[in-house]
Every structure is written in structure tokens, then in C-alpha cells.
């Protein structure tokens, strides 16, 4: 039993065996299925929300269990071992709640947390731009006010889980826009299929392939005045508000996608018999596999000194930024090296490593570069 085990609650451990049967009854005979056909697993997100799995950090009245941040981090960790898409998928649908939780007024949580934590509903947050990226002073979808509430119209791009979910927060620009502000907010859309102007293209990318994301396009939306998510310039407070927390939620899957990589590899080198012996016998796989194996333990120790500092409100980014750039590349290391060690075999296709490696590789980006977490990192370090 590790350090991080021991220290575990009652209600981590219930956490804990929601994720696992969820995982192994739910997920497991699905992962290879979701990853050829690409299609959107909604029936998966929906057995997670009957594991409550959805709302683990979000209070019991809403349908949630309450939990704390570490207990979130723990289940995506053990879902991510399993299907990256659908621990991705799961991440972004949970920091499309978070906003709504902290964020709506009492009418909008109860209309909309107990059907998102259910998985009837999923969510999706679309703040990046094509020619903006995510910078708030730059943005250029608007939302003009109108007698009746506001037509956005603007492009976005990636966002998890956009186009085919429930509700979308969308990041744009309030005109007329208030005095002293940038009047950067979000609101609330509807799926494409329930609003006029609303369209989505799916892109198609290297890994993660049950995730959806892609290009959405909004042409004179109209959205009632109840579709304001907080306050007129609250936006981009809302939608970088979960930062640490995503960052964190990353370098969960991280570990989750290469903790299945490793297994696979020290699985194999003792089954494996080459020369009379099992390839792990050999120093030049013992040497992958040390190296695996303290990565990858390297990058947990991390990730949850982040999850538990943030549970326990002292979420700092300079960690979140830390523990998200060592377990992406403890996530790619783990399953190109358990890639050599399988040989050849390691590149099929019917085998699952080139799968992990794809997964792994899009970590290093999403939820800013590793590059960008370094710079946070050593500025924090620096002073500067």
C-alpha cells in the first residue's frame, strides 16, 4: 500500500470502488470499440453518471457526492487507465459543471446540475479562438444585447464535448460593452440541433477518438436573458477559474493512461521468452522499465501533492503547472517505452500501446503547452 494509499479516507475509498467497477464492468469492454468507430460513447457518460461519477464535486443536493478534488482526481486516474477519450470527455464535462456550480444563480443550478450530474445533460466550455487562442483581450465572438436577451455570433475552437452536448458555455464579448470593463462573459447555449445559427465540425484528430471536439460557429444565436452565466465581465474569471484544477485533472489522465502503459510492458516482459529467457531478464528492458516506473511515480506524487492542496483550498498554479507538464511526459515516455519493449508488436494496431501513445501525446498540449507550464513554473521559482 503507497504513502498516498494509506492516507486515504472512507470516502475516498468509496470514490475509489465507484471508479473501479465503473471502469471494469462499464468501460473496459467499450474502450477499443470507442476508439474504432469513433463515435460519441454517451452511453458510457451516462453509466458514469449512474456510478456518480459525474458529480463527485458537486454538493448532495444537487444529485452529487460531495466530494473533494482528491477523490476526482483518484477516479479519472483509474478511468484514464482504461479509455483516455472517456476520462477526457469526463474532465471536460466536469469543468463545464464547476462554473454552473459557482457561478449560476439558484434557478440555473437547479435546472441544470441535477441532469449533468446524471449524465443526462453534458457540458461543454468554449473559450479558444482561432486567431485569439484564449486571451481575453482578444477574443472576438460577441453577445449584442437585445430586448429580449442576446445574439451571439463568433467562432470558437476545441472545447471537449462541443457539439454534442447539452450545454454549452460560451466565452464572448457583451455590446454595448460596460465602462471599466472588458465585458468578457459567459452564456448559455443549447445543443446545434435546438438553436438557430449554432453549427459544429467535428475535427479529426491523432488520438483521444471518442472525444469530440472541434469548430463551432454561432450566427446570430438568440438566447434568452437568463443564458448570462454570473456577472457581465465575470468571463474570463469563469472560465479560468477551475485552472489549477484542470491542470491537475490533466496530469491524473496523464498518470491513468501511463500506469495501463507500464502494466502492459512489465506484463509482457515476463510473459515474453527470447533466447531461453524472459525479455525481462535482460538489463536493456530492466532499464525501461526502472525508468517507467519512477517517472511515472515521480509524476502521481505530483499530481496529488497538487489535488490534495487543492482540496484543501490552497491550490497553487505554480504546482497544478508542475504536475501537469511531469505526468504528460511521464504519460508519452511510458507508452513509447512500453512500445520497445514489446518489439514490433508494440506498433500494431491490435495491440493497445500505439493507442496510449496517441492519447498521451495530445497531454503535452491541451490545457497549455508544456512549454507554457515551464514558464509558469520557473517565473513562479524566479520571482519574475
Known amino acids: 500500500m503507497t504513502l498516498l494509499e494509506r492516507a486515504l479516507s472512507e470516502e475516498h475509498h468509496d470514490v475509489l470502488d465507484r471508479a473501479e467497477s465503473f471502469a471494469t464492468e462499464s468501460l473496459a469492454p467499450r474502450a477499443e470499440e470507442i476508439e474504432r468507430t469513433r463515435a460519441f460513447p454517451r452511453d458510457v457518460v451516462e453509466a458514469a453518471g449512474d456510478a456518480g461519477l459525474l458529480g463527485i464535486l458537486v454538493p448532495e443536493e444537487y444529485g452529487g457526492l460531495g466530494g473533494d478534488f482528491l477523490s476526482y482526481c483518484l477516479a479519472i486516474e483509474r478511468i484514464a487507465e482504461e479509455s483516455g477519450a472517456v476520462a477526457e470527455t469526463i474532465q471536460g464535462h466536469t469543468f463545464a459543471m464547476l462554473p454552473v456550480l459557482n ?19 453534458i457540458g461543454s466550455m468554449l473559450l479558444t479562438e482561432p486567431g485569439a487562442g484564449s486571451s481575453p483581450t482578444e477574443l472576438g465572438t460577441v453577445a449584442e444585447a437585445t430586448d429580449t436577451g442576446y445574439r451571439i455570433s463568433g467562432e470558437k475552437s476545441f472545447g471537449t464535448n462541443a457539439g454534442v452536448a447539452d450545454i454549452h458555455l460560451v466565452v464572448a464579448r457583451k455590446r454595448p460593452q460596460p465602462e471599466d470593463s472588458h465585458g468578457v462573459s459567459v452564456f448559455l447555449v443549447p445543443n446545434p440541433d435546438e438553436v438557430d445559427g449554432f453549427s459544429f465540425e467535428r475535427g479529426e484528430y491523432l488520438g483521444m477518438h471518442g472525444h469530440v471536439t472541434g469548430d463551432s460557429t454561432f450566427d446570430d444565436v438568440a438566447v434568452d436573458a437568463d443564458a448570462l452565466l454570473g456577472a457581465v465581465g465575470q468571463g474570463f474569471r469563469i472560465a479560468m477559474g477551475t485552472i489549477d484544477m484542470a491542470r491537475t485533472g490533466l496530469g491524473a489522465i496523464g498518470c491513468g493512461i501511463g500506469r495501463a502503459a507500464f502494466d502492459e510492458a512489465v506484463e509482457y516482459a515476463g510473459d515474453r521468452r527470447q533466447g531461453g529467457k524472459a525479455v525481462g531478464e535482460y538489463q536493456a528492458v530492466q532499464v525501461l522499465v526502472a525508468e517507467m516506473d519512477s517517472r511515472l511515480e515521480s509524476a502521481r506524487s505530483l499530481v496529488y501533492d497538487s489535488a490534495v492542496r487543492i482540496a484543501d483550498g490552497e491550490g497553487d498554479t505554480r504546482v497544478s503547472s508542475r504536475a501537469k507538464f511531469t505526468a504528460s511526459e511521464a504519460a508519452e515516455f511510458c507508452a ?7 518489439g514490433g508488436k508494440g506498433y500494431r494496431t491490435d495491440y493497445p500501446l500505439e493507442r496510449y501513445y496517441r492519447d498521451a501525446r495530445i497531454l503535452a498540449i491541451i490545457g497549455g503547452t508544456t512549454e507554457i507550464q515551464k514558464t509558469t513554473v520557473a517565473s513562479a521559482a524566479l520571482g519574475l
Open 103 to 121: 457561478f449560476g444563480t439558484d434557478t440555473q443550478r437547479e435546472r441544470l446540475l441535477p441532469d449533468m450530474v446524471a449524465g443526462d445533460a
Open 336 to 342: 513509447r517505452n512500453a512500445m520497445q519493449v514489446y
